[in-house]
Protein backbone atom coordinates (compact mmCIF):
# COMPACT_ATOMS: atom_id res chain seq x y z
CA UNK A 1 0.00 0.00 0.00
CA UNK A 2 1.09 3.46 -0.80
CA UNK A 3 1.45 5.80 1.75
CA UNK A 4 -0.34 8.92 2.02
CA UNK A 5 1.23 12.05 2.35
CA UNK A 6 -0.57 14.38 4.57
CA UNK A 7 0.93 17.57 3.59
CA UNK A 8 0.23 16.66 0.01
CA UNK A 9 -3.40 16.64 0.85
CA UNK A 10 -3.38 19.30 2.73
CA UNK A 11 -2.04 21.65 -0.03
CA UNK A 12 -4.54 20.02 -2.82
CA UNK A 13 -7.09 20.37 -0.74
CA UNK A 14 -6.35 24.08 -0.30
CA UNK A 15 -5.74 24.57 -3.41
CA UNK A 16 -9.34 23.72 -4.79
CA UNK A 17 -11.05 26.02 -2.31
CA UNK A 18 -8.33 28.61 -3.19
CA UNK A 19 -9.18 28.25 -6.83
CA UNK A 20 -13.29 28.21 -6.14
CA UNK A 21 -12.98 31.51 -4.25
CA UNK A 22 -11.04 33.03 -7.00
CA UNK A 23 -13.82 32.05 -9.87
CA UNK A 24 -16.33 33.52 -7.87
CA UNK A 25 -14.95 36.61 -7.13
CA UNK A 26 -14.06 36.65 -10.99
CA UNK A 27 -18.01 36.27 -11.93
CA UNK A 28 -18.81 38.45 -9.40
CA UNK A 29 -16.38 41.16 -10.72
CA UNK A 30 -18.33 40.44 -14.48
CA UNK A 31 -21.63 40.87 -13.07
CA UNK A 32 -20.93 44.31 -11.39
CA UNK A 33 -19.08 45.54 -14.56
CA UNK A 34 -22.00 44.02 -16.57
CA UNK A 35 -24.35 46.09 -14.06
CA UNK A 36 -22.53 49.23 -14.57
CA UNK A 37 -22.29 49.24 -18.16
CA UNK A 38 -26.04 48.57 -18.09
CA UNK A 39 -26.65 51.46 -16.18
CA UNK A 40 -24.07 53.39 -18.31
CA UNK A 41 -26.68 52.54 -21.27
CA UNK A 42 -29.65 53.35 -18.99
CA UNK A 43 -28.22 56.47 -18.98
CA UNK A 44 -26.93 56.94 -21.88
CA UNK A 45 -30.59 56.11 -23.80
CA UNK A 46 -32.25 58.24 -21.32
CA UNK A 47 -30.32 61.67 -21.97
CA UNK A 48 -30.41 60.90 -25.65
CA UNK A 49 -33.97 60.61 -25.34
CA UNK A 50 -34.13 63.89 -23.42
CA UNK A 51 -31.74 65.52 -25.90
CA UNK A 52 -34.20 64.37 -28.94
CA UNK A 53 -37.18 65.90 -26.83
CA UNK A 54 -35.98 69.15 -26.14
CA UNK A 55 -34.55 69.42 -29.99
CA UNK A 56 -37.95 68.47 -31.20
CA UNK A 57 -39.32 71.20 -28.79
CA UNK A 58 -36.49 74.10 -30.00
CA UNK A 59 -37.46 72.38 -33.32
CA UNK A 60 -40.92 73.59 -32.57
CA UNK A 61 -40.88 76.94 -31.36
CA UNK A 62 -38.73 78.00 -34.20
CA UNK A 63 -41.13 76.62 -36.69
CA UNK A 64 -43.83 78.29 -35.12
CA UNK A 65 -41.78 81.75 -34.93
CA UNK A 66 -40.62 81.28 -38.54
CA UNK A 67 -44.82 80.69 -39.40
CA UNK A 68 -45.73 83.34 -37.55
CA UNK A 69 -43.35 85.40 -39.28
CA UNK A 70 -44.15 84.74 -42.71
CA UNK A 71 -47.80 85.32 -41.87
CA UNK A 72 -47.00 88.64 -40.59
CA UNK A 73 -45.59 89.11 -43.44
CA UNK A 74 -48.17 88.01 -45.54
CA UNK A 75 -50.83 90.44 -43.51
CA UNK A 76 -48.15 93.43 -43.94
CA UNK A 77 -48.29 92.82 -47.66
CA UNK A 78 -52.09 92.52 -48.03
CA UNK A 79 -52.43 95.98 -45.81
CA UNK A 80 -49.81 97.66 -48.09
CA UNK A 81 -51.27 95.81 -51.42
CA UNK A 82 -55.10 94.75 -51.16
CA UNK A 83 -55.24 93.75 -54.51
CA UNK A 84 -51.95 91.09 -54.38
CA UNK A 85 -52.50 87.74 -54.13
CA UNK A 86 -50.18 85.75 -50.97
CA UNK A 87 -46.83 84.40 -52.03
CA UNK A 88 -48.26 80.81 -51.30
CA UNK A 89 -51.30 81.40 -54.10
CA UNK A 90 -49.01 83.90 -56.46
CA UNK A 91 -49.51 83.30 -59.53
CA UNK A 92 -47.66 85.62 -62.10
CA UNK A 93 -50.20 87.54 -64.50
CA UNK A 94 -49.92 86.96 -67.92
CA UNK A 95 -49.24 90.44 -69.83
CA UNK A 96 -50.63 90.92 -72.87
CA UNK A 97 -49.49 94.25 -75.21
CA UNK A 98 -52.09 95.62 -76.98
CA UNK A 99 -51.71 97.26 -79.70
CA UNK A 100 -55.30 97.97 -80.91
CA UNK A 101 -57.88 99.03 -79.33
CA UNK A 102 -61.58 97.31 -79.87
CA UNK A 103 -62.81 97.80 -83.64
CA UNK A 104 -66.30 99.12 -83.67
CA UNK A 105 -68.60 100.38 -86.53
CA UNK A 106 -69.00 104.34 -86.30
CA UNK A 107 -72.40 105.07 -85.54
CA UNK A 108 -71.80 109.05 -85.95
CA UNK A 109 -70.73 111.02 -88.49
CA UNK A 110 -68.87 114.40 -89.00
CA UNK A 111 -71.42 117.40 -87.92
CA UNK A 112 -73.55 115.16 -86.10
CA UNK A 113 -75.32 116.42 -82.82
CA UNK A 114 -75.10 114.03 -79.94
CA UNK A 115 -75.78 114.20 -76.35
CA UNK A 116 -72.92 113.77 -73.62
CA UNK A 117 -74.28 112.97 -70.63
CA UNK A 118 -71.93 114.97 -68.21
CA UNK A 119 -71.47 118.16 -70.56
CA UNK A 120 -74.92 118.01 -72.80
CA UNK A 121 -74.70 118.58 -76.36
CA UNK A 122 -72.22 118.80 -78.50
CA UNK A 123 -71.11 117.99 -82.29
CA UNK A 124 -68.64 116.09 -83.81
CA UNK A 125 -66.20 118.05 -85.59
CA UNK A 126 -63.80 115.59 -86.73
CA UNK A 127 -62.59 111.54 -86.37
CA UNK A 128 -59.33 111.40 -85.33
CA UNK A 129 -56.72 108.29 -85.20
CA UNK A 130 -53.81 109.06 -82.43
CA UNK A 131 -51.38 106.78 -80.49
CA UNK A 132 -51.75 106.93 -76.53
CA UNK A 133 -48.53 104.92 -74.38
CA UNK A 134 -48.37 102.91 -77.69
CA UNK A 135 -51.93 101.85 -78.30
CA UNK A 136 -53.62 103.01 -81.39
CA UNK A 137 -57.00 104.87 -80.40
CA UNK A 138 -59.85 105.86 -83.06
CA UNK A 139 -62.01 108.85 -81.36
CA UNK A 140 -64.38 111.37 -82.17
CA UNK A 141 -63.84 114.90 -81.04
CA UNK A 142 -66.64 116.97 -79.91
CA UNK A 143 -67.43 120.89 -79.55
CA UNK A 144 -69.36 121.88 -76.93
CA UNK A 145 -70.42 125.53 -77.85
CA UNK A 146 -71.70 126.78 -74.85
CA UNK A 147 -68.87 125.64 -72.51
CA UNK A 148 -66.62 126.45 -75.21
CA UNK A 149 -64.40 123.12 -74.55
CA UNK A 150 -63.76 120.60 -76.50
CA UNK A 151 -64.19 116.62 -75.95
CA UNK A 152 -62.56 113.34 -77.08
CA UNK A 153 -64.93 110.28 -77.17
CA UNK A 154 -63.30 107.26 -78.44
CA UNK A 155 -65.15 104.90 -80.92
CA UNK A 156 -65.34 101.90 -78.39
CA UNK A 157 -66.82 103.66 -75.85
CA UNK A 158 -69.94 105.35 -78.08
CA UNK A 159 -72.02 103.80 -76.26
CA UNK A 160 -71.65 106.65 -73.82
CA UNK A 161 -72.86 108.64 -76.55
CA UNK A 162 -76.44 109.31 -77.61
CA UNK A 163 -78.42 110.57 -80.55
CA UNK A 164 -80.93 113.56 -80.30
CA UNK A 165 -84.31 113.41 -79.42
CA UNK A 166 -87.41 113.30 -81.79
CA UNK A 167 -90.00 115.51 -82.18
CA UNK A 168 -92.26 112.81 -80.12
CA UNK A 169 -90.17 112.95 -77.21
CA UNK A 170 -90.17 116.74 -77.32
CA UNK A 171 -93.87 117.20 -77.02
CA UNK A 172 -93.88 114.25 -74.03
CA UNK A 173 -90.96 116.66 -72.63
CA UNK A 174 -93.51 119.64 -73.12
CA UNK A 175 -96.73 117.23 -71.70
CA UNK A 176 -94.48 116.31 -68.59
CA UNK A 177 -93.04 120.08 -68.36
CA UNK A 178 -96.71 120.97 -67.89
CA UNK A 179 -97.50 118.56 -65.21
CA UNK A 180 -97.52 119.11 -61.20
CA UNK A 181 -94.51 118.74 -59.80
CA UNK A 182 -93.79 115.69 -57.20
CA UNK A 183 -92.03 116.98 -54.26
CA UNK A 184 -90.82 114.88 -52.16
CA UNK A 185 -90.46 115.32 -48.39
CA UNK A 186 -87.00 113.59 -48.03
CA UNK A 187 -83.43 115.61 -46.57
CA UNK A 188 -82.46 118.11 -49.39
CA UNK A 189 -79.33 116.43 -49.71
CA UNK A 190 -80.94 113.23 -50.72
CA UNK A 191 -83.24 115.02 -53.12
CA UNK A 192 -80.04 116.78 -54.71
CA UNK A 193 -77.74 113.41 -55.42
CA UNK A 194 -81.37 111.84 -57.18
CA UNK A 195 -81.59 115.28 -58.92
CA UNK A 196 -77.96 115.13 -59.98
CA UNK A 197 -78.57 111.55 -61.11
CA UNK A 198 -80.62 112.11 -63.37
CA UNK A 199 -79.03 115.01 -65.32
CA UNK A 200 -76.12 113.33 -65.53
CA UNK A 201 -78.18 110.28 -67.05
CA UNK A 202 -78.55 112.44 -70.14
CA UNK A 203 -81.84 111.49 -70.30
CA UNK A 204 -84.19 113.71 -71.91
CA UNK A 205 -87.33 112.34 -70.07
CA UNK A 206 -84.99 112.39 -66.26
CA UNK A 207 -84.06 116.19 -67.18
CA UNK A 208 -87.79 117.24 -67.59
CA UNK A 209 -88.76 115.66 -64.33
CA UNK A 210 -86.07 117.80 -62.83
CA UNK A 211 -87.04 120.97 -64.42
CA UNK A 212 -90.41 120.61 -63.87
CA UNK A 213 -89.61 119.95 -59.96
CA UNK A 214 -86.95 122.74 -58.98
CA UNK A 215 -89.44 124.98 -60.96
CA UNK A 216 -90.43 127.59 -59.00
CA UNK A 217 -91.28 130.65 -61.36
CA UNK A 218 -90.05 134.11 -61.24
CA UNK A 219 -91.96 135.28 -57.74
CA UNK A 220 -90.65 132.38 -55.54
CA UNK A 221 -87.07 132.12 -56.73
CA UNK A 222 -86.05 134.17 -53.50
CA UNK A 223 -87.27 131.18 -51.50
CA UNK A 224 -84.76 128.98 -53.52
CA UNK A 225 -81.69 128.18 -52.49
CA UNK A 226 -78.37 128.39 -54.47
CA UNK A 227 -77.38 124.95 -54.97
CA UNK A 228 -81.71 124.19 -55.91
CA UNK A 229 -81.21 127.34 -58.32
CA UNK A 230 -78.04 125.90 -59.93
CA UNK A 231 -79.20 122.06 -60.32
CA UNK A 232 -82.32 124.18 -61.99
CA UNK A 233 -80.54 126.21 -64.46
CA UNK A 234 -78.28 123.21 -65.42
CA UNK A 235 -80.85 120.97 -66.37
CA UNK A 236 -83.13 124.01 -68.26
CA UNK A 237 -79.79 124.80 -69.87
CA UNK A 238 -79.49 121.79 -71.30
CA UNK A 239 -83.22 121.02 -72.42
CA UNK A 240 -83.02 124.03 -74.30
CA UNK A 241 -80.10 123.53 -76.15
CA UNK A 242 -81.39 120.54 -77.47
CA UNK A 243 -85.09 122.17 -77.80
CA UNK A 244 -83.27 123.98 -79.98
CA UNK A 245 -81.27 122.18 -82.18
CA UNK A 246 -84.23 119.72 -82.46
CA UNK A 247 -86.95 122.10 -83.40
CA UNK A 248 -84.21 124.14 -85.54
CA UNK A 249 -85.63 127.28 -84.13
CA UNK A 250 -83.88 130.70 -82.57
CA UNK A 251 -82.85 130.07 -78.58
CA UNK A 252 -85.87 133.20 -77.84
CA UNK A 253 -88.12 131.08 -79.15
CA UNK A 254 -87.75 127.57 -77.66
CA UNK A 255 -87.21 129.46 -74.02
CA UNK A 256 -90.96 130.99 -74.84
CA UNK A 257 -92.00 127.59 -75.23
CA UNK A 258 -90.27 126.12 -72.17
CA UNK A 259 -91.29 129.35 -70.18
CA UNK A 260 -94.97 128.60 -71.79
CA UNK A 261 -94.89 124.72 -70.43
CA UNK A 262 -93.96 126.10 -67.38
CA UNK A 263 -95.59 129.10 -66.59
CA UNK A 264 -92.57 131.75 -66.39
CA UNK A 265 -92.48 134.72 -67.31
CA UNK A 266 -95.86 135.23 -68.00
CA UNK A 267 -96.34 138.18 -66.82
CA UNK A 268 -93.89 140.18 -68.63
CA UNK A 269 -95.05 138.43 -72.16
CA UNK A 270 -98.64 139.44 -70.87
CA UNK A 271 -97.13 142.99 -70.96
CA UNK A 272 -95.64 143.21 -73.94
CA UNK A 273 -98.81 141.80 -75.31
CA UNK A 274 -100.27 144.16 -73.43
CA UNK A 275 -97.99 146.85 -75.60
CA UNK A 276 -98.83 145.78 -78.73
CA UNK A 277 -102.40 144.76 -79.31
CA UNK A 278 -105.27 146.43 -78.21
CA UNK A 279 -107.67 145.61 -75.17
CA UNK A 280 -110.21 144.33 -77.22
CA UNK A 281 -107.73 141.53 -78.47
CA UNK A 282 -106.09 140.81 -75.50
CA UNK A 283 -108.81 138.36 -74.09
CA UNK A 284 -108.06 136.29 -77.01
CA UNK A 285 -104.53 135.63 -76.62
CA UNK A 286 -104.88 135.32 -72.74
CA UNK A 287 -107.11 132.53 -73.52
CA UNK A 288 -104.61 131.05 -76.55
Not at 4 to 30: A, G, M, P, Q, R
Amino acid sequence: MKKINLISTLKKTFKTKKTVNKKNDKLKTKIKKNKAAAKTKKTKSVTKSKKAKVQKKVLKSVGKQKILKTEKKNAAEANTNPLRIPKNNEQKPEIKKVKKQDTEKKEYKIKDYVVYPKHGVGQITEFKKMNIGGIDIEAYILKFEKDKANGMVPVNKQSHLRPLSTINQVNKCISILKSKPKIKRSMWSRRAQEYEAKISSGKIYELAEVVRDLNKGDDLMVDQSYSERQLFEKAYERILSEFQIILNISLEDTQKKLDKALKRNLEKQVQKVENKIPEDDIQEVMAK
